[in-house]
């Protein structure tokens, strides 16, 4: 499975000066990621469900979003479109037949003439090259999308989910049941980044990527943070609070291998659910196939809450586009919308 042994550039140690990317979730520290959440939670809730789905504000009015699909999407081309609509942006949907990157120019020609055209970039892609190069030769904000090596977006999702439902996840013990894929690393980062416990049981052959696994291991124990590998979903899911897999082929796997029956045993079913605390969650990325990596029982049952974790892709990268590009008073933007809705006023 390629995408549990994506090759990925060393990361630098937080934002640094210049445009505002988003590649992976340790790129920020802990209380930049912690803004953007808290700031995606105000908005949500300002938001009334979709009673007022439109930020009053339009802080990003006449700021332009690029989208450049090289994989394809559901949740993250749809979050992203929508986000920027509602903080009153525009946005254009680019795929590989939609620019010369199909036939021949380069990644670095092709970040210096859109950068002159939009206001920030989110790349959907399969190769992590392709994403560092564009970051390289870009003088607008590049979000991650989706690479083979990571999904740092999904997991800002993921995490303002589990705090909806179950309060702060810092201390908090989370597995992970399945191949060690591109959404298990981005796990594995928040939580180095947030301070919690994450069980990871995969496949031996099918183990997250080392230097993601050296990079946690790396991180000061201050932080609060964990992660252990184990081969027994079993162990793993015990006690847990939240249990999360994705699908046992990635978009980035050769179509050939056959990974089923070593994914077998990882299978989140009711049975393997009872063993995590009573009141414990169960996320999925999605897209889901039923029977494969979850049973119906689970992924339709009381643990389930993989439609808000889907809906709050929408939340979180609002707060992602507005910290990209609203400058030092970011904050104060996303907070325009919680104002508004103690007014009670309608967009």
């Not at 989370?174 to 894929?181: H, K, M, Q, T, V």
Request: charged share 20%; proline share 7%; hydrophobic share 45%.
């Amino acid at each position: 499975m390629t995408g549990a042994r994506a090759a990925r550039l060393p990361a630098t140690p937080f934002q640094q000066p210049g445009p505002r990317h988003y590649l992976d979730v340790r790129d920020l520290d802990r209380g930049t990621l912690r803004a953007i959440l808290d700031a995606a939670l105000a908005m949500k809730r300002a938001q009334r469900g979709r009673a007022y789905p439109l930020h009053p504000g339009r802080p990003l009015a006449g700021r332009t979003l690029g989208l450049m699909m090289e994989r394809p999407s559901t949740r993250t081309r749809v979050s992203f479109e929508v986000a920027m609509r509602q903080l009153g942006g525009d946005v254009i949907v680019l795929s590989p037949r939609d620019t010369q990157l199909g036939r021949g120019e380069s990644i670095p020609d092709t970040a210096r003439v859109l950068s002159r055209f939009l206001d920030v970039l989110v790349l959907r892609t399969d190769d992590p090259r392709k994403l560092h190069e564009m970051v390289a030769h870009s003088s607008v904000p590049v979000v991650n999308g989706l690479t083979a090596a990571s999904h740092p977006v999904q997991i800002l999702a993921d995490i303002l989910t589990f705090e909806e439902h179950r309060g702060p996840i810092g201390g908090q013990v989370i597995a992970w049941c399945g191949a060690g894929n591109n959404v298990a690393a981005s796990w594995i980062e928040a939580a180095m980044r947030f301070g919690f416990t994450l069980r990871l049981a995969t496949p031996p052959d099918l183990a997250p990527a080392r230097e993601v696994l050296d990079w946690a291991a790396a991180q000061p124990a201050s932080g609060g943070g964990s992660v252990s590998l184990t081969h027994d979903a079993a162990e793993a899911v015990a006690g847990a609070r939240c249990v999360v897999t994705d699908a046992w082929v990635s978009m980035s796997d050769d179509p050939g291998e056959d990974w089923a029956g070593a994914l077998q045993p990882y299978r989140v079913d009711a049975a393997l659910m009872a063993r995590a605390a009573p009141d414990a969650l169960f996320m999925h990325c999605l897209p889901a196939h039923r029977g494969e990596e979850v049973t119906a029982e689970v992924m339709d049952g009381r643990w389930s809450v993989v439609f808000d974790e889907a809906e709050n892709r929408l939340h979180a990268q609002k707060s992602l586009l507005l910290w990209t590009l609203g400058g030092a008073g970011w904050r104060a933007l996303a907070d325009t919308d919680a104002d508004a809705a103690r007014q009670g006023a309608a967009p």
